[in-house]
């Protein structure tokens, strides 16, 4: 919920500018097509209107308009593909998730559903477009769950590892700017990124400018119109480049520039706190599970199979070889759909319900999660304490985090890549350069 919330700030505000923009103006221009859709200059317009009313006081940090309205339309292009995408693959979200959503963001923000809808109207955004993109928001997030659940795993070996490299339960808030560099950057175009880092650097350094607002206005990352910001984070989960130095900086200080494969980076500490748990008992699982997804119009299918693949199991069949053979959890199957020791909630209520009830040694029926249908045998259980059970699920989630993160931005660099995108208005202006650098 807590990336539900923040998407209110920029990215919701973005695709209720989609929505609002469908609904009026019948006789608009075309900003971008986006393979076989569109985006509309009005949809455009809207966008960069939210994102100028939220930096209302602040308008000194934000980017000269066309390299505004440039990093904009960039987001409006992806969240156009990310969306199609779902679709395609069969993610749903139902009306009652929705209200849902909308009902838990009314309560975080201690609004009444009748003050919610007041304040957007307060807002110029209508009910039903703020629902529309709340809905294509949450098809995004679970296209992510998805994709982490078969391009991202996490071994018990680097959770170890992790542990044993953690001096202590600290964690950083950090936040970064990216200066991006072409696959193949000619010497030129390295020459003229490292001058506009240097420069960007120079600007910070000088207290001419703060990070956050360097962020905004020069960075290149997806996150730069929210100054930057990477949240809180453990040290295993801080690129390589920049971990050991984290450790030595205080609250405010800059490193950098590093060159990495996206280009050039600067890394601020925000903050740091105690991130350390404890306290009780827990349980925990070892399973095995077996997975066929099931895409839209093909549940049927899915379950037919699921229910062949039970019976042979009850026919004897070794479990192991079975989901070795056709589990479709490619982050399990190699192992037998061994997915290691487990928490009752580390997988979500309805997976983790069903390995709960069962004894060790005992197979599930067949049952079905947003995933697909699955088939669990329970192998073993135990009683850890809590801090430890906490500590190694906060560390797994953390890798696997990063791990999601650095997949999913080359998935969406990838879907980039290969659309079809004719963009049809004048944002195409050359970046803006810090002072200090030479053009670029």
Aim: a negative charge; charged letters at 25%; hydrophobic letters at 40%.
């Amino acid at each position: 919920m807590k990336t539900l919330l923040h998407t209110l700030a920029v990215a919701a505000a973005l695709f209720a500018a989609s929505a609002n923009a469908q609904q009026v103006q019948p006789l608009d221009r075309i900003a971008a097509v986006v393979d076989e859709d569109i985006i509309l200059s009005s949809e455009l317009d809207h966008a960069v209107g939210n994102i100028l009313a939220q930096y209302a006081t602040r308008q000194d940090q934000l980017p000269p308009r066309a390299i505004l309205e440039r990093q904009v339309l960039e987001r409006l292009i992806l969240l156009k593909l990310q969306t199609a995408r779902a679709q395609q693959t069969g993610v749903n979200v139902s009306d009652e998730e929705v209200d849902a959503a909308i009902s838990s963001i009314a309560q975080q923000n201690n609004f009444t559903m009748d003050q919610l809808r007041r304040q957007l109207a307060g807002d110029g955004m209508s009910f039903d477009a703020f629902r529309a993109s709340l809905r294509e928001e949450l098809l995004i997030q679970r296209m992510r769950q998805r994709f982490a659940q078969t391009r991202v795993s996490v071994s018990d070996a680097e959770v170890d590892a992790a542990l044993a490299s953690q001096a202590s339960g600290a964690q950083y808030r950090l936040a970064h700017i990216l200066v991006a560099l072409p696959e193949g950057a000619t010497p030129e175009q390295i020459q003229t990124g490292q001058q506009k880092i240097d420069g960007i650097k120079g600007l910070i350094d000088r207290d001419e400018m703060e990070f956050s607002a360097a962020a905004v206005r020069y960075s290149d990352s997806p996150n730069a119109l929210e100054g930057g910001d990477l949240g809180w984070r453990r040290t295993d989960e801080i690129p390589a480049a920049f971990a050991s130095a984290i450790t030595t900086l205080q609250p405010g200080q800059v490193i950098g520039p590093i060159r990495g494969p996206s280009g050039f980076q600067l890394l601020q500490l925000v903050d740091v706190r105690d991130g350390q748990t404890g306290g009780g008992q827990v349980t925990q699982y070892q399973a095995r599970h077996i997975l066929i997804r099931a895409p839209a119009g093909e549940d049927s299918e899915a379950r037919a199979r699921i229910d062949g693949l039970r019976a042979r199991i009850a026919g004897g069949a070794d479990f192991a070889e079975i989901a070795s053979e056709t589990s479709e959890d490619a982050s399990s199957k190699d192992n037998g759909g061994d997915l290691g020791w487990f928490t009752q909630d580390e997988f979500g209520p309805e997976f983790g319900g069903q390995v709960a009830a069962l004894s060790d040694g005992e197979v599930s029926a067949p049952f079905r999660t947003q995933a697909g249908w699955h088939i669990v045998q329970r192998t073993g259980s135990r009683q850890s304490s809590a801090s430890d059970s906490n500590q190694r699920a906060q560390i797994r989630e953390s890798i696997g985090q990063r791990k999601l993160e650095e997949e999913w931005d080359r998935y969406v660099r990838e879907l980039r890549s290969e659309a079809y995108v004719s963009i049809r208005t004048g944002v195409d202006a050359d970046p803006d350069v810090a002072p200090g650098a030479s053009g670029g």
